[in-house]
């Protein structure tokens, strides 16, 4: 009998049995980033992106990917999400400005949403990068990672900062 929750007992991978778990209201934050140049930054908040509203295309492709998540991940189980909400702010930092996206994603079922969020989260910056890669193409994606997580039998999870 294999110990990892992921292989059967032929040691091949399998999608975990969540039958019998209650279903709860479950909640995930995640966060990543992407860092542009001082052009790509002001074509972003000036609109002047050729292929159009940066954030607002990067914003409809987070949530399009947190519903897709089972569809990309192999392990992860379909679920219904009840809310998915993106948020953006600029830093500065050394000549470079930093897009941060934060993600919540809640459900109401069996299993948590952290994949969702994550995958919505490098999803948003993925799209900025393809949106904006005719005027530089040495963006930086990340780090990307859960900050909090709630519901379910594990319980909750908040990083440290």
């Not at 479950?26 to 002047?48: F, G």
Request: net charge positive.
């Amino acid at each position: 009998m294999s110990s990892f929750t992921h292989f059967n007992d032929q040691g091949r991978a399998k999608m975990v049995d969540i039958s019998e778990k209650g279903e709860t209201l479950r909640t995930a934050i995640a966060r990543s980033s992407i860092s542009v140049n001082q052009k790509i930054y002001e074509q972003i908040i000036h609109s002047k992106i050729k292929k159009g509203d940066v954030l607002a295309v990067a914003q409809v492709a987070g949530i399009m990917a947190a519903k897709k998540t089972a569809d990309i991940i192999p392990m992860c189980h379909p679920i219904s999400l009840k809310g998915v909400d993106i948020t953006f702010t600029w830093e500065e930092e050394k000549q470079l400005y930093k897009l941060i996206i934060i993600v919540e994603v809640k459900t109401k079922g069996s299993t948590g949403v952290e994949m969702e969020a994550l995958t919505a989260a490098s999803t948003c910056a993925l799209t900025v990068y393809d949106m904006c890669k005719a005027v530089d193409k040495g963006m930086v994606i990340g780090p990307t990672y859960l900050l909090e997580k709630t519901g379910g039998k594990n319980g909750d999870f908040i990083r440290e900062q």
